[in-house]
């Protein structure tokens, strides 16, 4: 009899423990985005709360490899902004650039607004208004993001995991007029970047503009620097959102 009512309290145990960790996995939201803090360049973030309460979150910056080097949590009453800049908190680096990931509540709501510096001038603005979507494991995942390489403007494609699992992408580019001039296949570890610089990769000349589409098994986030387009020094945009999923 002891030993039924023991088994009977480690299934009830197991059972609870199960559900606390399922509502912890679905409880939680991320937003994420790109930042570089190297070669002359420099990132600003602010949080926003745009919910009728108090929220509490955690920014974690991670570098390249994925290593985490800066985490700080803090709470937002309603309406309530912070501002991190990264720089000064962390200080430059070769390899300080890749993803930079807040979580909080699923309830909460909150907004980034990033700023991209390259030598001292802001060069590129950027809104993060949504979460990374929540994922599934019997799903494939598509993105897209636009590149181009005409005259004297080039691209630079980073690929970034948000999650702590690894997950695989495939990479694909192609031109204007749907000609596949680049593929590549690679595994992320958790809150790796990975960096392609399309021009050398793709190729540069007149019709070199088009489409980055990109598999992979888990959420990513995009990011694509764009070089000297317009007398512009740089411009830095992000997509956190897939377009297509598949069973």
Not at 77 to 83: A, K, V
Not at 131 to 151: L, Q
Not at 167 to 191: A, C, F, I, M, P
Request: aromatic share 14%; glycine share 8%.
């Amino acid at each position: 009899m002891e030993v039924i009512i023991y088994e009977k309290k480690m299934l009830v145990v197991c059972i609870l423990a199960l559900l606390w960790g399922m509502t912890v996995w679905a409880g939680r939201e991320k937003y994420a985005y790109y930042y570089d803090l190297s070669k002359g360049q420099d990132t600003e973030v602010t949080v926003m709360n745009l919910g009728t309460e108090s929220a509490y979150f955690t920014l974690r910056v991670f570098d390249c490899s994925g290593k985490l080097i800066y985490a700080d949590s803090n709470m937002l009453s309603e309406g309530d902004s912070t501002f991190y800049s990264l720089g000064s908190e962390i200080g430059p680096g070769s390899y300080r650039w890749g993803i930079v990931v807040v979580e909080t509540d699923d309830d909460n709501f909150l907004a980034l607004g990033v700023e991209y510096y390259a030598d001292g001038k802001l060069v590129s603005v950027d809104n993060i208004i949504e979460p990374i979507p929540v994922g599934s494991k019997s799903r494939d995942y598509w993105y897209c993001i636009y590149y181009a390489n005409v005259g004297v403007a080039d691209t630079g494609l980073v690929v970034m995991n948000p999650e702590w699992d690894p997950t695989s992408v495939k990479v694909y580019v192609h031109k204007e007029n749907g000609d596949l001039v680049y593929q590549e296949r690679k595994t992320l570890d958790g809150h790796e970047a990975y960096f392609l610089d399309l021009e050398e990769l793709a190729g540069q000349g007149s019709y070199f503009w088009g489409a980055v589409d990109v598999w992979t098994d888990d959420p990513i986030v995009l990011a694509c620097e764009y070089y000297h387009r317009r007398g512009s020094k740089l411009e830095i945009d992000n997509v956190v959102d897939w377009y297509a999923w598949q069973d």
